[in-house]
Structure formats: C-alpha cells, structure tokens
C-alpha cells in the first residue's frame, strides 16, 4: 500500500515537468485561442460569441482560395523536396563509406547554422533584379537586360525546397542506412534490373523514412512565414502571412484565431489523408 | 566527440544569462517602442551620460506598436511612439495608454501649432494621451531621370512605368489613391457608407494598376535599396526615404504630390502600464532640445516638433526638404485627422482584395 503511493508519487513527479509544459505551453494557449476565435467584435472593447469568424473562412472566397493554394504549394514542395533528396540520400548512406560519407552529410547540416532569415536574403541577393544571377546571365550574354528572378512562385518553391532539404535528408538516411546491401545484391540475382529493385525493394524498406520526412517538410512547409512573404512579393499569399496580418496589421485577433485552428485542422487533415493513401501508421514512422 | 563543444556552448549561454540579468538589475531602463532613426545610439549615450537611464530601443510600426500593447494590455514598454491620428481608436478599442500629464514635459520646447493641434487629435475622454515628436508626409520618391513625369500618387500606375514602381499595402496608400481620384476620404470618416464606396473605388483602382507594382514594400530600407538600385523608378514613400537617397543619387527626389502630400506626426504616448514614467519624462524633454532634435533628423530624415530644431540640422538637409516642399506644397499638405474606431476593419477587407487579385 505504501509502496503503492509512493511509487505513484514518483510517477507523478517524473511527469509532472512535462505536464507543465504541456499544459501551460500548449494546452492553455491553444484553449484560449480557441476561446478568441469564438466571438466577435459587437462595439468596441465589447465581444459576443459567435462562430462568424469561421464562416467568414468559408463564405470569403479569398480566405479558403489561399489556404488552397498554400496546402497546393506545401504539396508540390514536398514532393520536390523528396524526389530530390531521395537520391541524395541514398548516395550519401549506400554508396559512401567512412570520412566521404560523414562529410557530406555535414555538408547538408552547414546551411542550417545560420538562421532562416539570413539563409533567404542569401536568396534575394543572388535573384533580386540588380542582383548576382542577373549580373551574370548578362556577362555570360544570356541575357541583354537585367532579370528579375525574384516575387514569383516558382522562387517561392526553390526557397521551400532548400529550406526543408535537411527534413528529408536525415530521416531518408537513417532508415537506407538500416538496410542490408544483401537484400539489394539478391535483388538483382533474382533478374530484378535497377527500377525494380528500387520499387519492390528500397522504397518499401525506407518508407518509413520518406513518410516522416514527407509529414515533417510539409508541415513545415505549410507553417512557414519567411520564405514566402520574402520571396514572394505582391501575389505571394500563404495562409500564414494571412494569420500574421489578421492579428498584426488587422487588429482582428477572433479571425486570426479562426484561422489558426483551421490550418491545425485541416493539416491535420492533410498528413491524416497521407498516412492512409500510403497505408502508413503514425506510430510506425514516428517510432 | 561531441561532449566539449556542449560544454562550451553551455557555458557561453549561461554567462550571456547571467551578463544580461546583471545588466538588468544595475541602472534604471527606458523601454523605448519607437520607429528606426527616432532613437539614435549616440543619443541614446548621451542620454544614459546626462541621467545614468538605458534606453532600451525597440523599432516598430504603428500598427505593431498597437498589437503589441494590445496583447499585455499596455505592459512591456514604458514609452511609445504612434502617430497621433491612431491613439484614440486603439485607445477606445483596447484601453492601452495613459494621459499624459503634461505639466512634466516642458511644452516650451516644442512649437506651439504643432503642440496645439497633436492635443487636439488625441483627446480621449477629456484627456490627452498624445505630445509630438517626428512628423513628415508619405509622398513620392521619383528618379527624376528615368520617370519625369511622375507628378502625383495615380501616375504610379502609367503603364509606362510597368513592374518600375512600389508603394505599401497600408491604409495611406488607400487614402492617397482617393485624394488623387479627386475624394476626400478626411470628410468621409464620420460617414461609413460614403467612406465605403471611397473605398470601392480605390480598391478597383488598386487592383487595375497591380500589374505596375514590383512589390509591396514593408520597411524603409526595402524601399531604399529597390529605388536605389535602379529597380523601380518611382514610389509612394515616405518623404525621409527620398531624402536620404538623394544625398547619394541626386536624381532621386521626393516629390510634393498634386494632390497633397499626407502630413503625420509620431508622438510620445504612455503605455498603460509604463514601468518607468519619470525616465520616459526625462526621455522627453531631453530629445527635444534643439540639438538634440536635430541629431534625430540626420538620423531619422524627418523634422521634429522642437522649437529651432531646424537651425542646427545641416545646410543640405534644409535644401532638400525647401525643394520638396515650396510654401504652396506645405499649404496642401493632407494632415491626418484621428481615425474613427471601425474604419480599419473596412480598410483590411480592401486591402486583403487587393492582395489576392490576379
């Protein structure tokens, strides 16, 4: 009996540091958010409840047509961000040994010791109009005027992919590492030629891998702020930036906080639909 | 392989704590919320110098500044700087400043007119929450070289000047289009359903002179670098901006509008819950000794409210701004008057219309 509580107390307080967080962290704010998304302004400093917030989301063509352009692009960027550092990965953790393999995997890390910020005003410098690319295409002869290579999607796109290159690579690598170079040779023992083997061989042994990477880069991709409003100029519109403006330069919190939980929800929804289309568990590519 | 790296950073990281909580508990702070320019490091010297107070500077924008006192109910700041027609409708809406007590500030310092009318504007409740500081107008900035003919806020969007020219997505740029389409969206502020079809109809221009636009610019020195680097040839800007890339490319000019430059003047406002009142009264009266003033133009490109600020700020500065703005241009200057609570959620829908056009 006394054993009983007091190894129950030891339970608690073990939990208790990351019961703290989480509710003081994430369970708190989000309730109150969720709270503030609930009214609406009536009269000034006077607020009822009301779920017009999430109706405006539905009935203002403007609000949805961005959230689906941004979830279109977060997609795009994703599958990009795959299909280029599959490869990638593959090289570094199959085809590398030792000092080489160690290296490159660093070299993919670098990028990452300075902040998002400066990473895409590296990118503004070397796309914008007067900037390093233009200068080039025009001493090369490509090009007879300057260029303008910034404030489009398709930079949008490259600015995503690079920031979200890191995501994929890691997850890709741990799970490639883990597989056994026999099964590969038997593969091609048994007449399989290089596509099949990547297909009833690799890719189903890194599944895992591409899934969590694909769930990370996206939602990363998804919840990014910097990269689209930097790059992106005056079409650029990501549902985040319109978060930021409903609560920044709007004033209107109960819409922003309408439009918080709808990204989390339909996210949510997203990565949910994407476990299924490739029969894949949370708890299996997580742990 | 990885242990002595940690432990170098850890170390770092807890020295910097505990540099900074030092710093802290020692002197007195100013926790300034201000515009970029409005509190220069030298003065800010000079100031700790004279009073042994640091100023702690945080560069901001109206509508940050709003948001930000907004979310800790006017805590975190001990002093603000918003523009004197945005106090009393955030005042209303969000109850976060405190009036000003103004027997604590030496109102002889600053010109009487300009002290006059910044009372006037930010009366709330039989009270005043607003003293000036910086003023200057939103105007053109124009490379005078490569796009003569731009004259006035419309000629933004000659065709001419396709993918060339830049102004913010912000409520002046609302408001300049509708004074240069011949309204006046001053008179109609008290008059929702007129300031509506005003806006309708500056929305539908905005959306039709886009396609000129090269970007949207958010921050001074986004604005500096494009029309200094030759990007865009023309912008709606503020006058400062212009100014400082004349000194370097002569050709660059800030240009009065034909339909009137839009005149704002950034105050000193008390967040509701200042934590250090008497040094943001020091802070006060200590920039708008003239001299001082005048460091702040030079830093900031703007003209202050001090009295005889001007007569220390240098010869180029003063021609500059005689060019920009001869005696009829400052006549037709457009001051703001305080907006009205509600009118800014108008402004958003047009503004996020705008925004998403194609």
Known sequence: MTLGTSTRLGLFLLLAPILVWLIALLVLPHADMFL????????????????????????????????????????AATAMTLLIAFPVSYYIAKMLRGRLKSFLFLLCLVPFWVSELV????????LR????????????????????????????????????????????????????????????????????????????????????????????????????????GKDSLWFTAQIYTQFITRFNWELGAAFGFLLLALSSLIVWAGLKVTRQTLTETMG | MFKPKTNLILGAVLSATVALTANTAGAETLRLLTWGGYAPEKVVDMFKAETGIDVEVTNS?????????????????????PSQDRITSAQAEYDIYKPIDLSKIDTSLMIGSMLEGTKKNTMFDGKVYGVPHVWGTSAL????????????????????????????????????????????????YNDKAKYQQILDKVQAKLIECKPN??????????????IRSDEIVAAMAWDGSGWKVNAEK???????????????????????????????????????????????????????????GDK??????????????????????????????????????????VQAAR
């Not at chain 1, 009301?50 to 539905?58: P, Q």
């Not at chain 2, 509508?63 to 002093?79: C, P, Q, V």
Request: proline share 6%; charged share 20%.
């Open chain 2, 312 to 353: 220390y700020v240098t010869e180029a500065k003063r021609k500059v701004y005689q060019e920009t703005f001869p005696p009829a241009a400052i006549d037709n200057i457009k001051w703001y008057p305080p907006v009205p609570a509600g009118l800014e959620d108008m402004e958003g829908k047009v503004m996020d219309r």
């Open chain 2, 250 to 308: 002569p050709e660059v000019k800030t240009i009065a509008p034909t339909a009137g430059a839009l005149g704002w003047i950034d105050t000193f406002a008390l967040p509701k819950k200042t934590k250090a009142e008497d040094a943001a009264y020091k802070w006060i009266n200590f920039v708008m000794q003239p001299k001082i003033a005048a460091m702040i133009t030079e830093a900031a490109g703007n003209f202050t409210a001090a009295k005889d």
């Open chain 1, 129 to 232: 109009e007067s900037g390093v690319f233009s200068n080039v295409f025009q001493w090369v002869g490509l090009a007879d005027a300057p260029v303008e290579m910034l404030y489009n999607d398709a930079t949008i796109m490259v600015g995503l992919v690079y920031t979200s290159m890191l995501f994929m690579v890691v997850p890709l690598v741990t799970t490639l590492d883990s597989l056994d170079d026999a099964q590969v040779e038997a593969g091609y023992d048994l007449g399989g030629n290089a596509f099949t083997v990547l297909r009833e061989i690799i890719v189903p042994h890194a599944m895992p891998g591409i899934v969590s990477g694909c769930i990370v880069v996206f939602m990363l991709t998804l919840g990014n702020y910097l990269t689209p409003v930097l790059l992106g």
């Open chain 1, 36 to 75: 503030v998304s609930m009214r609406e302004k009536v009269a000034p400093r006077t607020y009822e409840f009301s779920l017009a917030n999430y109706a405006e989301f539905f009935t203002e063509p403007l609000y949805w047509r961005t959230f689906a352009r941004t979830a279109i692009m977060s997609i």
């Open chain 2, 61 to 81: 924008n109206n509508e940050e500044m709003i948001s930000k006192l907004r979310a800790t109910g006017g805590a975190g700041f001990d002093l603000a700087q």
């Open chain 2, 141 to 188: 900035t124009v490379n005078t070289t490569k796009a003569p003919d731009v004259k006035d806020y419309l000629d933004l969007c000659n065709p001419k000047y396709a993918g060339k020219v830049s102004y913010r997505m912000k409520r002046p740029t609302l408001i300049a289009f509708a004074f240069s389409m011949g309204m006046d969206p001053f008179a109609a």
């Open chain 2, 213 to 226: 636009v090269k970007a949207y610019w958010t921050g001074g020195d986004a604005l500096i670098n494009l």
């Open chain 1, 119 to 126: 990473r895409t005003f590296g990118w503004m410098i070397l």
